[in-house]
């Protein structure tokens, strides 16, 4: 069973930077994309940015972090990173990393035990 372990969150003043760190396991080859989901105290998990684990890596960020956040993998490590800068209070949260595979209609969903990202002055 793959396992996802995430570091690198901590506390920022805004306008500061952070990246965060994500390392499978084992082999990541059975999924389709990897990606950044955060959870702020009363709101709903949401998505931050995932990279597709295809030969043209594609992207795709939420609105909110566009030109501020940037996901990155390094396959050959099977790891995932999120550089995040400009950070704003309004990114505080607690960052999960994410694995997904879809198996004809079905997705799965692996999840890491999340970091805290604090940002304030």
């Known amino acids: 069973q793959v396992q996802l372990v995430e570091s690198g969150g901590g506390s920022v003043q805004p306008g500061g930077s952070l990246r965060l760190s994500c390392a499978a396991s084992?082999?990541?080859?059975?999924?389709?994309?990897m990606g950044w989901y955060r959870e702020a105290p009363g709101k709903q998990r949401e998505l931050v940015a995932a990279?597709?684990?295809?030969?043209?890596?594609?992207?795709n960020y939420a609105d909110s972090v566009k030109g501020r956040f940037t996901i990155s993998r390094v396959n050959a490590k099977s790891t995932v990173y999120l550089q995040m800068n400009s950070l704003k209070p309004e990114d505080t949260a607690v960052y999960y990393c994410?694995?997904?595979?879809?198996?004809?209609?079905?997705?799965?969903?692996?999840w890491g035990q999340g970091t805290q990202v604090t940002v304030s002055s």
């Open positions: 994410n694995a997904k595979q879809l198996v004809l209609a079905t997705e799965y969903n692996i």
């Open positions: 084992g082999s990541i080859v059975r999924f389709n994309a």
């Open positions: 990279i597709a684990l295809t030969s043209d890596s594609s992207t």
